[in-house]
């Protein structure tokens, strides 16, 4: 039988084969660490170059790079109200569509009183869904729309299981956060490409990050406008249009009335006119982003979870949520 020759060969042996192996792994764990260490450098760097330089130079001539007119829907509160105060206080004549006709009026005068440019309103409520487009269309003829802000959009009352939406509720989700970018896309984007310039912003939302428990139908459907808009704009940025998807965090808008917290202005939930006024000079520089410092933070911490623990926070969060609209509503 044969035997070893001696108990030490075998251990030199075993170490040559675990120094190959440790080397190995040594390396694996360097190339690790010097991706994690420029895809660092690199998030540094964009989060400079998108929120703060932008800030230090001279502002962009957006009437000269992309039209005379800004179409903004949901323009009348919230994030819409004031991008459409920030656009017109760079020149661009601003038009608002929303369903209320007292607030687009009045909101339409304080522009024009303001910023000194001209408005014009579209009364138009885009839970309707296909009916109300020709008018629409009609009313937006023979204007050189250079900017498209889709930001009309539904959430839930507040957080909640899929099950206990209506049917009323999920078609408005889909005619108002989906319908309504498609077909005003469609409707002012052959007027662009004419021109060969021109911006379209579709309003995301953190919630696309990741599938978000508990506001699911929400979620897929600002996860729609998210793709929506990248595929867009590889399609078109060779005819000179840029295309944007910006995807906030939580904004203390009407949307957050639910909750005590979310309503209130704090160091990560920014007024809708602070967002609006950093969001603005993201335009032409970024076609994916939050629009805001700290909530582009809080995306790039986001990608970096796995799906599962995203999953478990954002519910954990979301049913604290329900829980806290639910003993607010009264009996």
Not at 248 to 257: E, G, H, Q, R, V
Not at 260 to 289: D, M, N, Q, W
């Amino acid at each position: 039988m044969a035997a070893v020759d001696s108990f030490s060969l075998l251990l030199r042996e075993i170490g040559r084969s675990c120094n190959c192996y440790m080397e190995t792994l040594a390396l694996i764990g360097a190339l690790y660490t010097a991706k994690m260490g420029f895809t660092l450098m690199n998030d540094t760097y964009t989060l400079i170059r998108l929120h703060f330089i932008p800030r230090l130079v001279k502002r962009a001539d957006l009437v000269k790079l992309y039209g005379k007119w800004a179409v903004v829907t949901g323009g009348t509160s919230g994030i819409g109200k004031y991008y459409a105060k920030e656009l017109a206080s760079r020149k661009v004549n601003i038009i608002l569509i929303s369903r209320n006709q007292e607030k687009l009026e009045a909101l339409a005068q304080e522009i024009v009183n303001t910023y000194k440019v001209e408005t014009a309103i579209i009364v138009t409520d885009f839970s309707k869904g296909s009916e109300i487009y020709p008018s629409i269309e009609r009313a937006l003829a023979g204007k050189e729309i250079g900017i498209l802000v889709n930001n009309v959009g539904v959430f839930y009352t507040h957080p909640d299981y899929f099950t206990s939406l209506t049917q009323d509720k999920i078609w408005e989700l889909i005619n108002v956060n989906i319908g309504a970018a498609n077909m005003m896309v469609h409707m002012v984007l052959p007027g662009m490409v004419q021109r060969k310039k021109g911006a379209i912003v579709n309003i995301s939302s953190m919630s696309c990050c990741q599938p978000t428990p508990l506001m699911t139908a929400y979620s897929a459907s600002k996860a729609y406008l998210d793709h929506f808009s990248r595929a867009l704009h590889y399609e078109y940025a060779p005819q000179g249009i840029f295309v944007q998807s910006l995807i906030p965090f939580f904004i203390s808008t009407n949307l957050t009335t639910y909750s005590r917290h979310l309503s209130k202005k704090s160091f990560l939930v920014p007024s809708a006119e602070e967002y609006a006024r950093h969001a603005v000079t993201t335009l032409g520089i970024s076609r994916r982003t939050t629009g805001y410092w700290l909530h582009t933070i809080q995306f790039l911490l986001g990608q970096y979870l796995p799906e599962w623990l995203w999953a478990w926070g954002t519910y954990r969060m979301n049913n604290s949520l329900r829980l806290e609209a639910t003993l607010q509503r009264p009996h």
